[in-house]
């Protein structure tokens, strides 16, 4: 993974520190774009870009938690970097849960941070990898009939033809043939394959 290929937006109302971490970064072999604010970010970031976002904790207006907030419903959304000049240590919590890649403080730790965004870069090309995995088993999806769709949940719960055939009321040969097509539709060429496949499309479990 080429540093250059992906953006690191660096999002602080201190001009100071936007210059400094551009410095920094760039130095680094790392792509930059500064925000002074969380609403100039909104309107002039491009979120189809891959990488990640250093946000400060605390800003005029929208802060570094709003912010994260109105990421995480983005359709990419970046992997964040909190950066603050208060140990804030439930602010901290809050953006931990929400999903930010680290929480670091001012003055702050050149190698820290550069560690930080590597592994951030690292899970936003992961992210966009799954999605557009999951975009083309859904595209995939589509293909199937109303029966062969049938078929395929019986067979990634487990079931054998003949079951799938007595739930459905028809010839367990039947099922052979809606079984094949499907798996030809679904590009899967095991069991294993087409299951993975499915739990793509699934939404997560809670609790």
């Keep these: ?18 210059k400094s971490l551009d410095r920094l970064l760039r130095s680094a072999g790392f792509t930059v774009r500064t925000f002074p604010s969380s609403r100039d970010f909104l309107q002039h970031n491009d979120d189809g870009i891959p990488g990640c976002v250093v946000l400060d904790l605390s800003m005029p207006g929208l802060n ?18 909190f950066i603050t000049g208060n140990g804030d240590i439930p602010s901290s919590v809050r ?3 929400a999903g930010a890649v680290d929480f670091l403080t001012k003055p702050l730790d050149a190698e820290k941070l550069l560690q930080a965004v590597r592994s951030a870069l690292e899970k936003d090309r992961a992210a966009r990898e799954q999605r557009a995995e999951q975009a083309s088993v859904t ?3 589509v293909t199937l009939t109303p029966r062969e769709r049938e078929v395929l949940v019986g067979v990634v719960a487990g079931k054998l033809n003949k079951q799938i055939a007595a739930e459905l009321g ?4 039947t099922i052979k043939v809606h079984r094949a097509r499907m798996m030809r539709k679904m590009q899967a060429d095991s069991l294993a394959e087409l299951v993975r496949a499915w739990t793509l499309t699934q939404p997560p479990t809670t609790g």
């Design 1 to 18: 993974m080429s540093d250059t290929e992906h953006c690191v937006r660096v999002v602080d109302d201190d001009a100071a520190v936007l």
């Design 64 to 81: 570094g938690l709003q912010l994260q907030q109105a990421l995480a419903s983005a359709e990419n959304p970046c992997p964040v970097i």
């Design 170 to 173: 028809t010839a367990e040969k």
């Design 95 to 97: 953006a931990m849960k």
């Design 139 to 141: 595209c995939r999806l």
